[in-house]
């Protein structure tokens, strides 16, 4: 997968989903920018996110719901 080496990982809304069940909750996998209007994000996973900003590099990042 890209996903490993690539420099700024970020996931987006529902993609978060993705990241955690397919390459779980391991540091290296964590990706570097979480963001999006949320709305497809399950909450669990979101959770797990912002509890890891005050103890990782991630950053979680509202972003305004786009197409409406």
Do not use: H, W
């Not at 397919?22 to 963001?35: E, H, M, N, S, Y």
């Not at 999006?36 to 669990?44: N, P």
């Amino acid at each position: 997968l890209v996903y490993f080496i690539a420099c700024l990982k970020v996931a987006v809304d529902g993609g978060a989903n993705f990241v955690m069940d397919q390459l779980g909750k391991a540091k290296p996998q964590l990706p570097d920018i979480v963001t999006g209007d949320f709305d497809s994000i399950r909450s669990d996973v979101l959770t797990f996110y912002k509890e890891k900003v005050s103890k990782s590099k991630v950053k979680v990042v509202y972003s305004a719901r786009q197409g409406s």
